[in-house]
């Protein structure tokens, strides 16, 4: 089905044209030529050569060899629905976007969940993160959530983007392994860049294999600045809490699912909804003081390695996904959709978190080469269901026929489209804050801890949990051609945890190395903590 059974979903092109792109009942050219025959080539008597002239042939062979576009260099595999996000009212003190704040407005969407490191066809099971990217086709235009199920990445600038991603895909040489962190180059990099352990150690837990997509939590990760209707600003994380819970596999259910049913996670999705066990999702923020030192309890807000715990500001609910609608063409639509972190809408904007900021580059630029142009807001999935009236022009796969003379603002040639005068009257004008400081290659200081918050992770876990994270460290390192990079994890387990270094050492047959816990940096966190002040209750 094409709208989603509340009504409000996705509803194929606004354009009049049938959204199946097919109509009549007889086979056709895609010139709309009636074909009688689609089985024989035209050829110089039964036996005889193939014609050039046969244009039914050459077009409907043209079309097919170029079928396949690039698969997405990151989170190529993955399922999608459509549904509906109810905002219920509470986000209307710190934020002027309808999406959150108009109690009771109903905002179609499209999700897509996704591993990240394995190709198209790989497994749905295997250990990884795995994508949770929600587009919000609002009345103000489109807003992407573009995060994760895990609340940190393993990065904190986007220039390394490359290098944690070269070295998670399979070796350049063997082409393996395939979507599985069990490999030298995964583990070189993670201990080389330790601001990685945090991210790793979610990894290796229960999260890196969930059960389904319908019982993940997902996390906007960056921490994101909301704007309310008298310009005053909050910082928030984004956090979606499934009604199901959060429940992973075990490692042995993962590893037979893989095998008996590589689709184990997009069949799930796929038969709940068939069915009409809707998957919901309460989305809540943390909030926070826009101070300026953009911290919270002495936690940098503009570290991506990092979390706030719940205990210091809890998550408030303001509002409800659920998903109810299949996609009725997997291309069109889950492979075609083309998420951005660069599409907000006034009252909500990013803040300086350099991962966040690298983001905001990257999505259309691979997308231009992924979909083929730059006109791709133009396909179905990715249109807005607000007016456009903008002043781009043509370039590949324009669909558009634009009328008029002068594509730029203002003009007094064509009746001329007036900007809104300014934010008030709803146009995205960015608060405006102070920016200072040399240009330098460097990180803040508070960037320095690397351990703390991974040592928390784990110590918060119940002694299963906490055995599986030895065991999935321990099965994987064992998966490492190099004893070096083994020897440089434990290393890092060892500022983690000794218990977990000293089993994953035995399961490794290696002694467990003699590092003393870190003190925590001079430079970083407590140290600086300013004096608290109470997330904001809503
Ligand atoms: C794709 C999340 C960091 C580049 C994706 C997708 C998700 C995601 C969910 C899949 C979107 C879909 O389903 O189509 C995240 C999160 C990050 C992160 C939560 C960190 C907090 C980065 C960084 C870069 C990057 C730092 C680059 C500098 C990409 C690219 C794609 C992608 C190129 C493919 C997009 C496409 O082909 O349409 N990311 N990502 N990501 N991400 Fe990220």
């Not at 999406?99 to 999700?111: H, K, N, S």
């Not at 796969?397 to 809104?420: E, K, L, M």
Request: proline share 9%; net charge negative.
């Amino acid at each position: 089905r094409t709208v989603s059974p509340t009504g409000v979903g996705f509803d194929g092109p606004k354009d009049g044209r049938d959204p199946r792109g097919q109509a009549g009942d007889r086979l056709t050219t895609p010139n709309g030529v009636r074909i009688p025959d689609s089985d024989h080539s035209l050829k110089a008597g039964p036996r005889g050569p193939v014609l050039l002239e046969d244009f039914h042939l050459r077009e409907k062979i043209m079309h097919f060899d170029h079928e396949r576009i690039p698969e997405r260099v990151v989170h190529a595999r993955g399922a999608g629905a459509h549904g509906v996000f109810t905002a219920n009212g509470k986000a209307a003190t710190v934020t002027r976007a309808a999406v959150l704040a108009e109690e009771g407005l109903q905002t179609p969407v499209f999700v897509r969940f996704s591993t990240v490191l394995g190709s198209r066809g790989s497994a749905d099971t295997v250990r990884d993160t795995r994508g949770f990217a929600t587009k919000f086709y609002t009345k103000e235009g489109t807003w992407d959530l573009v995060g994760n199920n895990m609340p940190v990445f393993f990065i904190q600038d986007a220039i390394k983007f490359p290098d944690i991603i070269h070295a998670g895909k399979p070796h350049p040489d063997r082409e393996i392994p395939q979507a599985q962190s069990a490999h030298d180059t995964f583990w070189d990099f993670v201990t080389l860049h330790t601001e990685a352990t945090h991210h790793t150690i979610w990894n290796m837990s229960d999260r890196g294999i969930p059960r389904s997509y319908r019982t993940m939590e997902g996390f906007g990760v960056h921490t994101f600045r909301l704007v309310n209707a008298q310009r005053e600003t909050v910082l928030v994380k984004f956090h979606w809490k499934p009604k199901l819970g959060v429940h992973s596999l075990v490692w042995e259910e993962a590893q037979i699912a893989a095998g008996c049913d590589p689709d184990f996670h997009r069949r799930d999705l796929y038969d709940a909804i068939e069915n009409g066990a809707f998957p919901e999702w309460d989305l809540g923020i943390q909030v926070f003081p826009d101070t300026p030192e953009e911290t919270f309890e002495g936690i940098d807000l503009l570290d991506p390695t990092k979390i706030v715990p719940e205990e210091l500001a809890p998550v408030q609910i303001i509002g409800t996904l659920v998903l109810d609608g299949n996609p009725t063409n997997f291309f069109a639509e889950t492979e075609q959709v083309a998420f951005h972190t660069g599409h907000l809408v006034p009252g909500i904007e990013g803040t300086n978190d350099p991962l966040l900021q690298g983001r905001n580059f990257s999505y259309l630029d691979t997308q231009l080469t992924r979909l083929g142009g730059p006109n791709f807001t133009q396909i179905p999935i990715n249109r807005p269901h607000a007016p456009v009236n903008d002043s781009t022009r043509d370039g590949f796969h324009q669909q558009a026929i634009h009328t008029g003379q002068a594509p730029y603002t203002p003009n007094s040639v064509d009746d001329g489209v007036p900007f809104p005068s300014d934010w008030a009257e709803g146009g995205y004008v960015h608060v405006p804050r102070p920016v200072a400081g040399d240009v330098v290659r460097a990180a803040p200081a508070s960037f320095d801890d690397h351990f703390s918050q991974a040592a928390m992770f784990y110590a918060s876990l119940t002694p299963i949990e906490q055995q599986h994270v030895i065991d999935a460290y321990t099965f994987e390192l064992g998966k490492c051609y190099e004893q070096a990079i083994k020897e440089r994890a434990l290393t890092v387990l060892a500022r983690i945890d000794a218990d977990l270094c000293t089993q994953v050492a035995a399961g490794l047959g290696l002694p467990a190395p003699e590092v003393p816990k870190a003190a925590p940096s001079k430079r970083a966190g407590k140290a600086k903590r300013p004096a608290p002040v109470p997330s904001p209750a809503l």
